[in-house]
């Protein structure tokens, strides 16, 4: 079988920008030096057009109550590009099925197809509850489930008649569907429960940034499950001209993180039900010691002090992050979704520094 495309995404900054990390889909953790640029359209267009120039397949976009709306956001930045897709994230359980594959189907037809899903379950059940969901861990991943059933076969064109423990859809179907616009649906989590569903919905399974032997033993195990399942990974990147100058930038963005934002963060992951955020919080464990951060080799936990969901990054030398992104990719990983601070200038950067390394080492590998 051969090995499928490498592809290479980065990520719309909509709570805001700069030099410093923050919170993403909760105002925890977010501070003023994280986001000096407000997440207006006319930024957002700078960091659309600078990855779809820097060679990137698409955007994820994240949500939550932090975050403003993925999709009608997404459907304007449309407006302002040509090539580059959107990896729009959407709560399962929040709408219809039906509607959301509506929506879909419209944005695939709009856009010319340059759309793909990301399903998130949602792990912090205070804001689910804020969204008036109070369902525990598990039964939100069941409901996940029947969630992608319907939809992906309305976005098949099928007709839908569903009587599950959570949804009941009766004589649902597209009209005239935009069938040559398939939409892979990307899926994150790292439950047992989240895993069965990936084995069983998914095109795509999302992985956070974890040492690479700890991702070895996810990827066998679902592969396993599912032969046809791909992989993402999900990482920031602080990658310079040497490691020298990277290890100083990670050593900057450290010495400006505000105590009283890593406490009002790590108080909210620990409320969390989320088993991806607590293995993310095990590898820094609270700590903001330099020292204890590198938790494999380049790779920096830093990122998680403040940030909820991915908070690890890659840092060194453009070669030396070229060759660990590949290393991952040797694991199994298809696709990276890449980020760094601000996403602007970087995105130019991962593109044209770390972007043509690593494609030059998966061509050498025969990968």
């Not at 598990?138 to 064109?157: F, K, S």
């Not at 039900?273 to 330099?290: E, K, N, P, V």
């Amino acid at each position: 079988m051969p090995e499928n495309p490498l592809l290479l995404h980065w990520f719309l900054p909509t709570g805001g920008d700069g030099r410093d990390p923050g919170g993403v889909t909760a105002v925890q953790g977010r501070t003023g030096a994280a986001t000096r640029r407000p997440a207006d359209i006319g930024y957002l267009t700078q960091v659309a057009r600078a990855a779809e120039q820097a060679g990137f397949h698409s955007l994820l976009t994240p949500v939550g109550l932090g975050c403003v709306d993925p999709w009608i956001l997404t459907a304007a930045l449309t407006q302002h590009t040509d090539r580059i897709g959107f990896l729009v994230a959407f709560r399962s359980g929040f709408a219809s099925p039906t509607l959301l594959a509506q929506q879909a189907d419209a944005f695939r037809r709009f856009a010319g197809g340059r759309l793909r899903l990301n399903v998130v379950t949602g792990g912090d059940p205070l804001e689910q509850r804020a969204y008036g969901d109070h369902l525990a861990h598990d039964q939100r991943y069941a409901r996940t489930d029947e969630v992608m059933a319907v939809l992906r076969d309305l976005l098949a064109g099928k007709r839908v008649d569903h009587a599950g423990e959570h949804l009941r859809v009766e004589g649902a179907q597209l009209h005239e569907p935009a069938l040559q616009h398939p939409v892979p649906l990307y899926f994150g989590g790292a439950s047992p429960a989240a895993e069965a569903v990936a084995a069983r919905r998914a095109d795509v399974q999302l992985l956070w940034g974890e040492p690479p032997a700890a991702l070895a033993q996810r990827i066998d195990r679902l592969r396993a499950a599912a032969p046809a399942l791909r992989f993402g990974l999900r990482l920031h990147v602080i990658s310079r001209d040497t490691a020298a100058e990277a290890w100083a930038e990670a050593d900057r963005i450290l010495s400006g993180i505000d105590p009283e934002a890593v406490r009002a963060s790590q108080e909210r992951f620990a409320r969390m039900d989320s088993t991806g955020q607590a293995r993310m919080a095990a590898l820094h464990g609270g700590s903001a010691d330099a020292a204890t951060l590198e938790v494999a080799p380049n790779l920096w936990a830093g990122i998680g002090l403040v940030r909820e969901g991915a908070g690890t990054a890659l840092v060194g030398s453009h070669d030396e992050v070229a060759q660990r992104l590949s290393e991952y990719r040797s694991l199994g990983i298809d696709e990276f979704i890449l980020s760094g601070y601000p996403h602007l200038e970087e995105a130019y950067r991962v593109g044209e520094e770390v972007a043509p390394r690593l494609r030059a080492l998966v061509a050498g590998a025969g990968a």
